[in-house]
Nanobody
Framework: QVQLVESGGGLVQAGGSLTVSCTASGRTFSPYRMAWFRQAPGKERDFVGAITWSTTNTYYKDDVKGRFTISRGNAKNTLLLQMNSLKPEDTAVYYC??????????????????WGQGTQVTVSS
């Protein structure tokens, strides 16, 4: 019933910027939290950052603090990830996630009930 769709991925040179978006569909969509995760080939899915939907408190992985910004978009049920000063190590498929229950912490995949199919971000050197 609830679907998340990411967009905006692409190829960027190191040091460049890119913004990816996530749009949620569903009449009763009312998350407590939304987040971005990323996964590179052969590696585990990693937490990038999260936002509480009502209070808009944000939390980030240490190595993206100061470079990435999570925010609610102007469009209804839209989540944005602004990425600056991109590094080749940021290359991954970026996934949008949403959760409604108490969860196991904002950085835990177990706290999220809905997932998008991802958008590829490639940073060249």
């Amino acid at each position: 019933q609830v679907q998340l769709v990411e967009s905006g991925g692409g190829l960027v040179q190191a040091g460049g910027s890119l913004t990816v978006s996530c749009t949620a569909s569903g009449r009763t969509f009312s998350p407590y939290r939304m987040a971005w995760f990323r996964q590179a080939p052969g590696k585990e899915r990693d937490f990038v950052g999260a936002i509480t939907w009502s209070t808009t408190n944000t939390y980030y992985k240490d190595d993206v603090k100061g470079r990435f910004t999570i925010s609610r978009g102007n469009a209804k049920n839209t989540l944005l990830l602004q990425m600056n000063s991109l590094k080749p190590e940021d290359t991954a498929v970026y996934y949008c996630a949403a959760g409604q229950g108490p969860g196991s912490g904002l950085n835990s995949p177990r706290s999220y009930n809905y997932w998008g199919q991802g958008t590829q971000v490639t940073v060249s050197s």
